[in-house]
């Protein structure tokens, strides 16, 4: 069932950037320092991903992806002030960020069915709390109304860069392309959002910066 956001006591700070530039980093140190829950909706996507490459599907196949959506349950809580996920009981772990899942995750992103289930499981967490989620479209579609949102860039080399530190293969720049040219929910600056460009900020930094931005918006801390 689709949650009403402007029906809950809860609120939600809203993160999105493209890929590798520090969004779950901001999103963790900023849940926790503030008493929130931090989401990880790309963690949503790339369950499906992984659950579709497990099944043999090819992640090209819209019909086949939305069949399967239709026969899984997809279960969203949290650990801490960590979101978890489990597709048919079973948490997928750090295989969610394996090469196979990069490779295939934007396709499956594009996919409007995929989406609209996913956005109300996302938008279903402010029934219990108020959150951060960090993501592509959280400030553009799944809170639109929020005051909160901000918008995580850094430049391609540093982003690359941080990528490869992690020991993890992921075509960064052509994930970005595929995420900001869909049809359906591109990755864009969110109406309302500030941009925080982390180049050349420290971790510690970049969450004063955030902190910053979010009084400015409007956050009583
Ligand atoms: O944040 P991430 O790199 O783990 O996200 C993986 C992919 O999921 C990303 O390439 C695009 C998709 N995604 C999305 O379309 N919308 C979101 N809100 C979050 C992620």
Known sequence: MTQDPSSTPHFAIAIDGPAASGKSTLARL??????????????MYRAITWKILRENIDSHDAPAVIELLGRIEIRCG????????????????????GPDVNANV????????VRNKLIDLQRGYLEHSSIV???????????????????????E?????????????????????????????????????????????????????????LTRQGLKL
């Open 106 to 113: 934007s396709a499956i992103s594009a996919i409007p069915q």
């Open 30 to 43: 900023l849940a926790s320092r503030l008493g929130l829950i931090m989401v990880n909706s790309g963690a």
């Open 78 to 97: 949290h650990d801490g002030i960590l979101s978890t996920i489990t597709i048919d009981g079973i948490d997928p772990g750090d295989e969610l960020r």
């Open 133 to 155: 989620m960090e993501g592509r479209d959280i400030g553009s579609v799944v809170f639109p109304d929020t005051p909160f949102k901000i918008y995580v860039d850094a430049d």
């Open 157 to 213: 080399e540093v982003r690359a860069a941080r990528r490869g530190d992690e020991g993890l293969v992921d075509s960064i720049a052509k994930r970005d392309a595929a995420d900001s040219k869909r049809a359906t929910a591109p990755l864009i600056v969110a109406e309302g959002a500030t941009v925080l460009d982390n180049s050349h900020l420290g971790i510690e930094e970049g969450v004063q910066a955030a902190i910053e931005i």
